[in-house]
């Protein structure tokens, strides 16, 4: 596996332009958030004394009025805005059956970069399948409104089918656990069950997101046109070979998460009070956020040189079989 990983990573080097795309979309849309939003952060600070406090760090009663008077998209400012705190918490999101109980804002500022990352991730894993030397910003583009329709619709059916888990597994989850921990006479009980609703809704999550990849996948390499008949072939694929896509999935996941280890203990040791001491957060918090793409990436290449080693394999067995079989047969002849 570690081979394959290797190559996948071999393969991104040759496309590492298209981590940049990333990094300044993703950027371009967070400063359009940004400068409306820090017009109302400035408001709320006025000549007082919390600007002083908020150089150093979150002044939680400058917060508490600020969430009592803020409306529209600035309400989302929360501290878990601050440094790995969006990682931890979308997946606190998952694993609790909140994912129907977002903020309308939320959802709406989700819908638009749903449209954006659609048509990214099509630029990106069409350009690893079709040209894996690499592309240039017209090609990159190209290949996004080729594939374009069909990753927006794969989109919206992992939408789909996030919310139906979400809705009829992880909600009914989470009530029957907040029962048993209210029934339960010790706290280990509680705690165990707890452990055990978040290891089956987390594996879930995990293989979800991950047939979906295999789709996405199978949709550039083969050409698919119909996004249904991609996700079952993924799925199909993902069930025969499960223990070994699952673990290959995993291992990805290590490094991601290696990554994020990195950046909070970087972030936590780096003090933040005087502006050199900021600006050289600024600049890890940037590094961080290409690191974080560059595993994104890494995901979708890694597993498409997974997909292809397997299938080349699976190709392989069949041939030598039939060759075996015409052996035998002329053997009997004799």
Known sequence: MLGILKQGWNQLGNHKKTVFYFYFANLLVAALLLVPF??????????GLYRDKLVGQLDYDWYMLFADRVTGFASTFTPWVLGAGPFARNWEVLLDGELTRLP???????????????????????SLALDSKGTSLREFFRNGGMFFGRFFRLTVLAVL????VGSWIVEPLSDLGEKLTNAAVTDRGAFYWDVSRYGIV?????????LFDYAKIKTALEDRTSVVVAFFSALKFCTTSFFSCFGFYLLITVVGLAWVVLYTGIEWLLPQQSWLTILMAIIVQQLYMMGRLTVKLLFYSGQMQFYLKRKETLSVVPENFSSRTHLLDADSGM
């Open 104 to 126: 309308w804002i939320i959802v709406s500022l989700g819908t638009l970069y749903i449209l954006l990352n659609s048509f990214l991730l099509a630029a990106a894993v069409g």
């Open 161 to 164: 089918a996030f919310w139906f």
């Open 38 to 47: 820090m017009q109302v952060f400035e408001d709320s600070l006025g000549p």
């Open 202 to 210: 987390l594996v879930i999550f995990l293989f979800l997101n991950m």
